[in-house]
């Protein structure tokens, strides 16, 4: 969600009425969610909305935003590496192209060839999924990549391994099975569930870890491109 503060609580110092802010209001129970006027959060699930960032961006940013930057985290991309993200057209993946473009990596990306130029404006370097993905990936980088990171099935985690070139890069959103690779990371889809090891020290009770999260995504991205941090917008009714 993303709004203009209204009120708060008696101790809460980190918001003011009339601050912008946007945030993944992630309760003990589910429950009324955040289509609505109004909403109500801890202060620890809200940041301030960064000013590279649209209302529907902000919205659309922090769930897909912090699923895609937990693999990122897990695997320890570097400036220098190369990177393939699999379904990198989608709204996870690419904002998880972003983030590792904006962390200084090459990116490989699968899409749909339909795609392919949405995946070079956010950085990547596209090459259309399917049989023989394997032998695509190797021609772009005959040297191997450095990390997987797989949101999308189980067919992604059976192709990465033979190209990685190092056992720990492998990290899948959506296959358990990855766990099977190694010492490859499965990281369930979501924003965290307080473990260590979370994006950016991100663990779901930080006050303002959504806009360290956010920020440096946005900051890093070249101003032509600030605009599309969050690509799809949908809306309802």
Not at 21 to 26: A, K, S, T
Not at 59 to 69: E, M, Q, R, S, Y
Request: glycine share 16%.
């Amino acid at each position: 969600m993303a709004g203009v503060v209204e009120r708060v609580g008696f101790d809460v110092e980190e918001l003011a009425p009339g601050d912008e802010g946007f945030g993944y209001i992630r309760k003990d129970t589910i429950q009324f969610g955040a289509n609505a006027e109004h909403v109500s959060a801890h202060v620890r699930m809200v940041a301030r909305r960064p000013a590279g960032l649209s209302w529907e961006q902000a919205a659309g940013v922090p769930l897909a935003g912090l699923t895609a930057c937990q693999p990122i985290k897990r695997v320890a991309v570097r400036a220098g590496e190369t990177v393939l993200v699999h379904a990198a057209a989608g709204g996870v993946g690419s904002l998880g192209v972003q983030t590792a473009v904006a962390l200084g990596a090459r990116v490989i990306g699968t899409a749909a060839a339909r795609n392919h130029d949405f995946v070079r404006k956010l950085g990547a370097e596209p090459v259309t999924y399917g049989p023989g993905l394997g032998d695509r990936v190797a021609r772009l980088a005959p040297e191997g990549i450095d990390a997987a990171l797989v949101f999308v099935g189980a067919d992604a985690v059976d192709t990465s391994p033979r190209l990685l070139g190092r056992p720990d890069g492998l990290a899948s959103i959506a296959a358990p099975e990855a766990a099977e690779q190694g010492p490859a990371r499965h990281s369930p889809p979501g924003p965290g569930d307080g473990r260590p090891g979370l994006p950016w020290g991100y663990t779901g009770s930080g006050p303002g870890a959504l806009a360290t999260l956010i920020g440096r995504l946005v900051d890093r991205l070249p101003p032509g491109r600030r605009s599309r941090p969050c690509p799809h917008l949908w809306r309802q009714g």
